[in-house]
T-cell receptor, first 111, second 114 residues
């Protein structure tokens, strides 16, 4: 299984850009990288998914270098409501059922 | 509204009780999952169903019994649980269990075993 490593926690002020980096050194050729957000007492929510280079949607951007051994989730201009746990996942080739959640990064946004 | 609905939201049961958790997805997906999230621990995958057939069972104790009568409904039957089984139980679905399709989660059932 492609194990991921993320910082345990991060702090930010409202309005700042937040970058959360995830390491996945043994990512396989066909694996995708997916990020989820989880608020307390709720299920994780899909944010963004990518394979290489850069992906952007209305919520975030995902940067993946050429070697794909890491990825960075970028949240522009965070607000208090972005306080949550963010999970980076790498799926085992062709088997979504093997998605392994790590401990995630707890982001705290303050005024 | 997440497209995946779980009931009940909260459940308190004794160790000798039998109860069931229910999950329903309205997304037309073919795969459904049960995850367990204990305090300060990562989400643990328990069961995976693809087109109503169980394709994954991650060494879960037999006191947890899943049932998938059709591709839209998933149950988790509980009996003779232990206090350490207290956790948030999350149901998820995806378009396929054999792709990189994202998981869509419900908001979970908070289970307390007394």
């Amino acid at each position: 299984l492609a194990k991921t490593t993320q910082p345990i926690s991060m702090d930010s002020y409202e309005g700042q850009e937040v970058n959360i980096t995830c390491s996945h050194n043994n990512i396989a050729t066909n694996d995708y990288i997916t990020w989820y957000q989880q608020f307390p007492s709720q299920g994780p929510r899909f944010i963004i998914q990518g394979y290489k280079t850069k992906v952007t949607n209305e919520v975030a951007s995902l940067f993946i270098p050429a070697d794909r051994k890491s990825s960075t989730l970028s949240l522009p201009r965070v607000s208090l409501s972005d306080t949550a746990v963010y999970y980076c996942l790498v799926s085992l080739t062709g088997t979504a059922s093997k998605l392994t959640f790590g401990t995630g990064t707890r982001l705290q946004v303050t005024l | 509204e997440t497209g995946v609905t779980q009931t009940p939201r909260h459940l308190v049961m004794g160790m000798t009780n039998k109860k069931s958790l229910k999950c329903e997805q309205h997304l037309g997906h073919n795969a459904m999952y049960w995850y367990k999230q204990s305090a300060k621990k990562p989400l643990e995958l328990m069961f995976v169903y693809s087109l109503e057939e169980r394709v994954e069972n991650n060494s879960v104790p037999s006191r947890f019994s899943p049932e998938c009568p059709n591709s839209s409904h998933l149950f988790l039957h509980l009996h003779t649980l232990q206090p350490e089984d207290s956790a948030l139980y999350l149901c998820a679905s995806s378009s396929s269990a054999r792709s990189n399709s994202p998981l869509h989660f419900g908001n979970g059932t908070r289970l307390t075993v007394t």
